[in-house]
């Protein structure tokens, strides 16, 4: 696969309802892949329980990854190019309201595939944690030269991997998934709004 290149005039960047369908088919496929692992083998699906103390851990944990990228983001050069790639590529199409899409589908279809399915049918275990976290930085590969979005990916897999593990609740990561996506989609729109 290719690297995206914004500046090459043979690449058209995508619409607003061509983003908005990819990531609606995504997670439709996203969440099939799950069900029908559910279906032919005999894999639970970790429990979502919903409760105060569940949406706040998750709250805290989407807050703090947040806050660790946007840390990242300043710091690592490789990766600022990445994202911003990334992010311009599928942000900037996108009008304020999108966002919410933005947060609640890669948020819910992601944690339960990855971390609802996959992690329980590996193990609950540091080995599962670890293979589930690196299958989920590979699907947000790009392109060869996107390398570091991967490894930013991989780790904060280990974050939510980690998360689910220990409450034993789909809900925390699904939580801290959806607020790190909106909250960066929000930051990342408004820091380059009107260009």
């Not at 490789?78 to 309201?97: G, N």
């Not at 990916?153 to 699904?174: D, E, F, K």
Request: charged share 10%; net charge positive.
């Amino acid at each position: 696969m290719s690297n995206p290149n914004l500046n090459d005039p043979q690449m058209e960047p995508l619409g607003r309802i061509q983003i908005l369908a990819a990531m609606g088919v995504t997670a439709l496929v996203l969440l099939l892949i799950s069900r029908f692992w559910l279906l032919f083998e005999s894999v639970f699906l970790l429990p979502v329980r919903f409760g105060l103390p569940s949406v706040l851990q998750g709250l805290a944990i989407g807050v703090g990854i947040t806050l660790a990228s946007m840390v990242t983001y300043q710091l690592w050069p490789h990766y600022r190019r990445s994202a911003d790639l990334y992010l311009k590529l599928v942000l900037a199409p996108l009008v304020w309201t999108d966002l919410i899409w933005m947060g609640l589908l890669p948020g819910l279809s992601e944690e339960f595939l990855f971390r609802g399915v996959m992690l329980p049918a590996i193990g609950l275990n540091a080995t599962g944690v670890i293979f589930s976290s690196l299958c989920f930085g590979i699907l947000h590969l790009s392109g060869l030269q996107q390398w570091s979005y991967v490894v930013w990916a991989t780790i904060i897999g280990l974050v939510l991997g980690g998360s689910a593990l220990v409450t034993g609740n789909l809900l925390v990561p699904i939580v801290a998934h959806i607020v790190t996506n909106l909250v960066s989609s929000v930051m990342w729109k408004w820091r380059f709004r009107g260009e």
